[in-house]
């Protein structure tokens, strides 16, 4: 039962931690933090990776944790690229022609590998 | 305690401090950019955590090494590929696959958790006991309404799915309730029976309200939905991180729910609504149009004035100080390289150029910037509104490029408008305005705009590219830009 309470605990400081996070946001950052916390949702991959560790040799439960690997890896991955994306953009402006390119930002989203 | 499970508890609370401090540094306009790759360094770190901590067998690793190929490569290529215009239904659709994701995680538990083939250490540890059990009907729940409102918001948004008449009476009530009850039947019979019917019942009732609850809103209100459907799915990695018994995910869950929650609440108030009447009010457009009798068509209008973009270019010649007010159309029509190169001239003109930003331009708050930056106008020339509309009085031509409900001044004057309290860019109160649009129809809220009439006020019909194309041909035409233009 500790282990539940326990978890309950984490539930709920978890909560309160997210409830205060996110204060005052400027509206030019509601569609990138929108897209960030949606990136971050994919959380659940540790979800699928537990379920394939623990599957043991039973192939339908394998099957099941690689679809719901795929799925939140597509989130996961997705959602920081598109993330970074959109921030490239409002990055400092170094020089006015820098960015001709359009997808120029697209070519730098190392950061969201993981 | 083994070496390796203190490694891995360790390493699971630097990725939690990592995760709080990305979130928190993605509300700031400096960090933000930097917090996001925090926030992917930290999942990076959980997943490594989780992977030293199992015992993986080569099996294991090939079905790993399998999902993650298709989905990240999938989701690597759709974030690179998918147009700037088109952020709010991508994020849906990533939204709704890690909805997805907890769904097929805790279906897959309810299904093998009683033993059989299963794990040989017993494995899916505790799964039996009663709080796994609600944490699957959760993670089911949530997670199908999740990933099925994602889908449809994705097809509103996308202009797939219009929005069915059936959806704005009240007998979408009564489906969805009957729907809730099904599910939350489906629910409590499922504690008795994980693996039988009482599962798929549950994964069909909750798919289908997601549906129900997200088909009748009007696509104005898509963004609120969409972030709503985001916290969602933090909620729903929570509850599958009850079911799988981590609580790092439990904690990034939770977090993820409750910021999803303030973002919503956050993003109702800058669009003025509330989000009681976002999820049961309707389409805007839907109980508007009643109101003002057909308000939509062109017939609506009695006093428009029209002009071409030859009229429109030599009042601009001799503005001194032009507003641009972006709105979705311009969006679409992928004009914001024409608008940024008229403003280029204009500005060689002596003009005083700046773009007026209403915090819900585009379809999400925040869009417009996103677009306008890609087309590299300067970022001190993005006026956020309140800034602004001081300034209107003062400022000779105002153009508004598809953007309607945002400039309606009825929403601060007419009481009796469904936008009434609504705040506008106030561009009425410029010396002369000039509308571009497709035609007299109705803006996304589907609403008559009473600057249209206004004495002052100019339409230039057309697409908003071909009109600034047009209007940057006249402009050379008249010898603009060529000069330089003494002020």
Known sequence: MSSLSQALWVLLLGSLLGFELIGKVPPTLHTPLMSGANAISGITVLASLTLIAQAGGNSALLLLGAGSLAFALFNVIGGFVVTDRMLAMFGPKSSGSKSAGRNASSSKPSSAQS | MTATSVLSYAIDLVAVLLLALGLKGLSKVRSARS????????????????????????????????GSAIGGLAGLLTAQRVPMTAMPETVAL???????????????????????????????????????????????????????????AMGKLQGWIATPAWTQSSLRH????????????????????????????????????????????????????????????????????????????????????????????????????????????????????????????????????????????????????????????????????????????????????????????????????????????????????????????????????????????????????????????????ARQVFVVKRSLGAGYAGIKNALFELPQTAMVFGDAKAVLAGLVGELRELGVGKKPAAV
């Open chain 2, 35 to 66: 917090a996001n790759g925090l926030a992917a360094l930290a999942m990076g770190l959980a997943v490594v955590g989780l992977l030293i901590q199992q015992q993986l067998s080569p099996q294991a690793w090939l079905w790993i090494a399998a």
């Open chain 2, 94 to 152: 990533f939204n709704g696959c890690g909805g997805m994701a907890s769904l097929l995680v805790a279906v897959a538990v309810a299904l093998f958790q009683s033993g059989g083939a299963a794990a040989p250490d017993g494995a899916l540890e505790g799964a039996a006991d009663l709080v796994s059990l609600i944490s699957i009907v959760i993670s089911v729940f949530v997670g199908a309404i999740t990933f099925s409102g994602s889908v449809v």
């Open chain 2, 174 to 429: 009564a489906v969805n309730i009957t729907l809730a009850v099904t599910a939350l039947v489906a629910g409590v019979l499922l504690i008795g029976d994980p693996a039988g019917l009482p599962l798929w019942l549950l994964v069909g009732a909750s798919t289908l309200l997601g549906i129900g609850v997200t088909l009748p809103i009007g696509g104005a209100d898509m963004p609120v939905v969409i972030s709503l459907l985001n916290s969602y799915s933090g909620v729903a990695a929570a509850a599958a991180g009850f079911v799988v018994g981590s609580q790092l995910l439990i904690v990034a869950g939770a977090m993820v729910g409750a910021a999803g929650l303030i973002l919503t609440q956050v993003m109702c108030t800058a669009m003025n609504r509330s989000l009681v009447s976002v999820l049961f009010g309707g389409a805007l457009g839907a109980s508007a149009t009643g109101h003002v009798g057909g308000g939509g068509d062109e017939a609506g209008y009695t006093r428009i004035t029209s002009c071409s973009a030859e009229e429109c270019a030599m009042a601009l010649e001799t503005a001194e100080r032009v507003v641009f007010v972006p709105g979705y159309g311009l969006a679409v029509a992928q004009a914001q390289h024409t608008l940024r190169e008229l403003a280029k001239l204009l500005e060689a003109n002596g003009a005083e150029v700046s773009y007026a930003i209403h915090p819900v331009a585009g379809r999400m708050p925040g869009h417009m910037n996103v677009l306008l930056a890609e087309a590299d106008v300067p970022y001190e020339q993005l006026i956020e509104m309140d800034s602004i509309n001081p300034e209107f009085p003062r400022t000779d031509v105002v153009i508004v490029l598809g953007a309607n409900d945002v400039v309606n001044p009825d929403a601060k004057s007419d009481p009796t408008s469904p936008l009434f309290g609504m705040p506008v860019l106030e561009v009425d109160q």
